[in-house]
């Protein structure tokens, strides 16, 4: 999904259209139903249409005059649509980006593959990709679109992503690794590629992306339920209040219309945060997106504002990922000439980063140093080592504990020379590949990993927000200590294997510890399930993607640190607007209840701060008022409240400054301002 699809202005002409048109449809009496607070206005309203009905039929006048009582229910129902609006211009932007996913979700055609053989006999019929179905093979050429979701099994192709990423520059997927994901819609640029369909017609990664920005998949996150219940609980405390002000008016002989009485109910409970609280959670949702994150539920945006512990892949995260040889050190008794010739005969069929990295320090030319007959012995885990065997010459490189086995098995000493080589490297955060000819030592070669601009300072943000960042590594202890002291870091796990990250978060997790983590093998999908937070590589496997409770379409490993900010965001968001909202309620009573009562008890002139006209224009002032600052706050709502990550405390005290105060003063401001206009009219 382009980036530029996604950015749709909050006054884009269409949204708003649409976002007008739902505000209407929404008054549904079920639709209605789904937010208490909101409700209870919507009753409010049609109570007010009854009383106008009444008057203008000849009923009393003693609920004041008929325009009076159409004006207050027109404010009412005014509001009820502000807030409606607040959630379908919301629900309005995900509409338009599902819009942008179902161009990319076109009908595509796809070669199924009718008798699987060789990648190049294999027997192929043109059919529509709503034909696939799971476990399917179809093979995907240079200029074809990738029809559906799937797994490569075999061959190695470049794919253009832009589609669904928004990064113009290709990436390579390949069969049998971490890397091997393929997602519908992208675009095959180059060599030729088998498939094998991961997902059932209708649940693709797309499918579930275009029904979670429209909405239809999203439910409501356990804190938006909790808030919701706090609510209706202000609402029900102020039913009670307006309820037992009827005994104490009539004790006094101050006669209030119903008008006043349900617009002091309104004014009374929390009608900003009521009508802006759906919109701030699929908001929250939308920064995710916009930051290329999809989450498979708000409670995971949720909850990333609430964590406590991240563990981050050293390798690609915290490292550039590609570790390259620095310095050869040749042990005693052996050249620089013959150290070095032997460790770029070693790496001459080393396709990776290391292997070229040490022809290219060398300086040689490997057409030079080429043998005839010669049998390359490729890397593998279990022996940790790589080679080449020519004549009667044997070379080696490796991991140091693996070239001493070779070099001690065949009786020889493992020099001590080397030893403290090995050490030294390790302890000032390089790898040491060990190099043997003939089961002798020649000399160490060191490579280097380096540390990513800027990291350390991500890590001391993500510290000040109270999170606790874990390096994960392979690497020994002594390297992984020096990269997680240079890294900033508060902890690292060493020489780690799938099942210490699942130990890890379980223990984090049994202190009572929010804990996340992001990954993109099979291997982490048992840890990405078991964190609260699993953010999976789109490029990942397809175990990975389903354990993770969100997807990073841009395969960024430092993705974790944004989708931390933009989860305290939204729940910093949720919290000032909640505390704003109450703190309106404040001025409101102020306005309203002394001008009720201040003609029979004059001793309630010191309530009166704001020195409001009449009753009258004192109710209609406080209405107008609490329904204009729904839409006024809408787009901070949309946006969210800028996070700076400085502490709780410090957070909490900026917020009660501006949104609790801030929530007092505007509505004294605003409400004199509206009265002063409306009091020429009375």
């Known amino acids: ?40 206005v919507w009753v409010g309203t049609i109570v007010m249409t009854a009383v106008c009905i009444w008057i203008a039929a000849g009923g009393t006048t003693s609920q004041g005059s008929l325009t009076y009582n159409i004006i207050i229910t027109a404010i009412l129902l005014v509001t009820l649509l502000f807030a409606n609006f607040a959630e379908a211009i919301a629900e ?18 796809a070669k199924y593959i009718q008798t699987p053989g060789d990648i190049f006999v294999e027997e192929i019929k043109l059919v529509p990709s ?22 490569i099994v075999q061959g190695l192709a470049t794919i253009d992503e832009s589609a669904i990423t ?38 693709s990664f797309l499918d579930k992306m275009i029904a979670l920005v429209e909405g239809a998949s999203r439910q409501k996150t356990p804190n938006e339920i909790a808030l919701t219940i706090l ?43 009521g009508g802006l609280l759906s919109a701030i959670g699929i908001a929250g949702m939308d920064r995710a997106l916009r930051a290329n994150v999809i989450t498979k ?28 040889a620095t310095h050869f050190y040749e042990v005693q008794g052996v050249t620089k000439a013959q150290f070095v010739k032997a460790a770029v005969q070693a790496s001459l069929a080393d396709e990776t980063p290391e292997g070229k990295s040490i022809i290219e320090l060398s300086g040689k030319n490997p057409a030079d140093h080429q043998v005839q007959h010669a049998t390359f012995i490729p890397f593998s885990a279990e022996t940790r080592s790589s080679g080449i065997d020519f004549a009667q010459t044997r070379i080696r490189k490796g991991a140091a504990d693996a070239i001493r086995d070779i070099v001690c098995k065949a009786g020889n000493p493992f020099p001590k020379e080397a030893e403290s080589l090995v050490k030294q490297i390790a302890a000032e955060g390089g790898t040491p590949l060990v190099v043997s000819e003939n089961e002798q030592v020649l000399g160490v070669i060191e490579l280097q990993d380096i540390i990513k601009p800027g990291i350390r300072e991500r890590f001391e943000r993500l510290r000040k927000m109270g999170v606790k960042t874990v390096m994960v590594t392979g690497d020994n202890p002594l390297t992984a200590k020096y990269i997680a002291n240079k890294a900033g870091v508060d902890d690292y796990i060493a020489e780690a294997k799938p099942e210490d990250k699942m130990n890890y978060i379980r223990k984090e997790q049994q202190s009572g510890k929010l804990v996340a983590m992001m990954g993109d093998g099979t291997n982490d999908a048992p840890a990405l399930a078991q964190a609260d937070v699993g953010v999976a590589m789109n490029s990942g496997t397809q175990a990975a993607r389903e354990a993770g409770n969100m997807v990073d379409l841009d395969n960024d490993p430092t993705k974790l640190i944004e989708i931390v900010e933009i989860g305290k965001q939204l729940l910093m968001t949720r919290g000032t607007l909640t505390t704003f909202s109450i703190a309106n309620d ?70 009660l400054l501006i949104y609790g105060l801030g929530g007092i003063i505007v509505p004294f401001a605003g409400i004199k301002l509206i009265d002063l206009i409306v009091s020429n009219w009375f």
Request: charged share 20%.
């Open 586 to 655: 404040v001025a409101k009573y102020f306005a309203i209840v002394p001008a009720l009562f201040i003609a029979s008890l004059p001793s309630l002139q010191g309530m009166n701060i704001m020195q409001l006209h009449s009753p009258e224009s004192a109710i209609l002032s406080a209405v107008i008022f609490n329904a204009i600052i729904i839409p006024l706050l809408i787009p901070l709502a949309l946006r969210g409240v800028s996070y700076k990550p400085i502490g709780a405390s410090a957070l909490l005290r900026r917020n």
């Open 92 to 109: 309005a932007r995900g509409k338009a980006q599902a819009s942008s996913l179902r161009k990319t979700r076109a009908e595509t055609p």
């Open 231 to 273: 609510l209706s609980g202000f609402t029900l405390v102020f039913i009670i209040v307006c309820v037992t002000l009827k005994p104490f008016a009539d004790y006094a002989n101050t006669p209030i219309t119903i008008a006043a009485f349900i617009s002091l109910f309104v004014c009374l409970i929390p009608t900003t945060i």
């Open 1 to 40: 999904m382009s980036k530029h699809n996604i950015k749709k202005g909050f006054f884009d002409r269409s949204l708003f259209r649409e976002a007008l048109q739902q505000s209407f449809i929404k008054l549904k009496p079920q639709a209605m139903f789904r937010n208490p607070v909101m409700f209870t």
């Open 166 to 203: 928004g990064e113009s520059a290709p990436v390579i997927r390949e069969a049998g690794g971490d890397k091997s994901s393929v997602t519908g819609g992208t675009k095959v640029l180059s060599d030729r590629i088998r498939v094998r369909v991961t997902t059932a017609p209708g649940e």
């Open 297 to 324: 539920s708000g409670k995971a945006v949720e909850t990333a504002g609430d964590l406590d512990t991240l563990l981050l892949d050293k390798t690609g995260t915290i490292t550039i990922g590609n570790r390259k």
């Open 130 to 151: 709503s034909q696939l179905r799971k476990d399917d093979l179809f093979l995907c050429e240079a200029g074809d679109i990738i029809p559906i979701d799937g797994e």
